[in-house]
């Protein structure tokens, strides 16, 4: 039986995900208009602001078919005080096949997914998950290796604070990477650590030793200021700039899910690195939603 929603990547199995890879990169060699989901009314909920995720998803959902509708959250019921679990029933009564969502509590999908019988997939809850953002990763990460498995990719910054890092943390192991964790104890704590997952603190080290360095921003909405004390502080050790592409090893990418903070968490440069992957990233970002909403509702 296929399953029925997205909410993480720690319930997809590794043939899984190498299907939906798979099905994504059809996608993006032949990226015509299709019929899977003609329609299936998706409804976009985002309660936290999102350029990319959002219009990625608008895009692969409109591409397969589906009648698309966006409910802007401060617009709905849920402001007079409606349940999110009467609000999946409401819309469950429409003939709604599915909800992508978007919230700052983490679990917040797992909710939803109860209350609604059709399809949930987790546009990024909290600090928790964020599926397709790995989903994508892991496509460019094997457009450009031919595969995953062996892989070492360092993952760098608010580690503590990103459902990027812990989705791709679950997709990286499944396929078989090492992933290396590099931040401040107080972005990464030592306990992050786990089975091909490393905690480092010398970023400088780090970056001889890998194929990909995925950048993360700091997560200012989520986290308490003391945590970061100055940005330059931080920049110093855990800064993207000229002097530390140098370290790369010939043929390394640099990715970054995006919103950037130049000057934080990388220099300008890096985004004119030729390794830079930012691009592929977001092109890829349609095509992985396109596979996940396809496997799930057609
Ligand atoms: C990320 C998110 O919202 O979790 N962005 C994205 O989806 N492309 C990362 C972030 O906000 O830093």
Do not use: W
Not at 249 to 265: K, L, Q, S, T
Request: glycine share 8%.
């Amino acid at each position: 039986m296929a399953p029925r929603n997205l909410l993480d990547l720690d319930d997809v199995s590794a043939e899984e995900l190498v299907a939906l890879l798979d099905r994504a990169e059809t996608f993006h060699r032949d990226p015509s208009p299709r019929r899977a989901l003609a329609g299936v009314p998706v409804v976009n909920l985002f309660f936290e602001p999102s350029t990319r995720t959002q219009t990625s998803f608008a895009i692969a959902e409109h591409r397969l078919g589906a009648e698309v509708v966006t409910i802007d959250p401060g617009d709905s019921s849920m402001v007079k005080g409606e349940s999110i679990a009467d609000t999946a029933v409401t819309l469950a009564a429409m003939g709604v096949g599915a909800i992508v969502v978007r919230h700052k509590e983490s679990g917040f999908p797992y909710v939803l997914a109860r209350s609604f019988p059709g399809h949930v997939v987790n546009a990024g809850d909290g600090t928790h998950a964020h599926p397709t953002q790995a989903l994508l990763d892991l496509m460019t990460l094997r457009q450009e290796f031919g595969g995953i498995k062996g892989l070492r990719v360092a993952v760098v910054g608010d580690v503590a604070h990103s459902r990027v890092a812990r989705s791709n943390i679950h997709g990286l192991r499944a396929l078989g990477a090492q992933t290396i964790l590099v931040g401040p104890p107080t972005l990464l704590p030592d306990a992050m650590a786990q089975t091909a997952v490393q905690v480092e603190r010398d970023l400088d080290c780090v970056l001889p030793t890998v194929d990909a360095v995925m950048l993360l921003r700091i997560q200012r909405e989520r986290l308490d200021s003391a945590l970061v004390p100055s940005v330059a502080a931080y920049a110093e050790q855990f800064q993207l700039n000229p002097r530390r592409l140098a370290l790369l090893r010939e043929g390394a990418v640099v990715m970054h899910p995006g919103p950037f903070n130049r000057g934080v968490e990388l220099t300008d440069e890096v985004l004119e690195f030729p390794g830079c992957r930012y691009v592929n990233q977001v092109a890829n970002g349609v095509f992985a939603r396109m596979a996940v909403l396809e496997a799930l509702c057609a």
